[in-house]
């Protein structure tokens, strides 16, 4: 019996709490799916969001 509810896999996307996006890891490419459902890549999200706050903790899309 376990409640952990953080145990990572591979196929489900990772959610960015400070930016509020998903991202899917592809193999290749990983897609950004924005807030409106928008999708896109991660260095667009890295320029339209991620670098904004990227003095706060907990934004998982840094910077390649
Ligand atoms: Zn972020």
């Known amino acids: 019996m376990s ?8 196929a489900s996307p990772e959610v960015c709490t400070v930016c509020g996006v998903k991202i899917q890891k592809a193999i290749g490419r990983d ?9 896109s890549s991660r260095d667009v999200l890295y320029e339209r969001v ?3 706050v990227k003095d706060r903790p907990g934004c998982i899309n840094k910077a390649v």
Do not use: K
């Not at 409640?3 to 591979?10: R, S």
């Not at 897609?31 to 999708?39: D, H, L």
């Open 31 to 39: 897609v950004v799916i924005f807030a409106t459902g928008a999708q």
């Open 50 to 52: 991620c670098r904004h």
């Open 3 to 10: 409640d952990d509810q953080n145990t990572p896999q591979m």
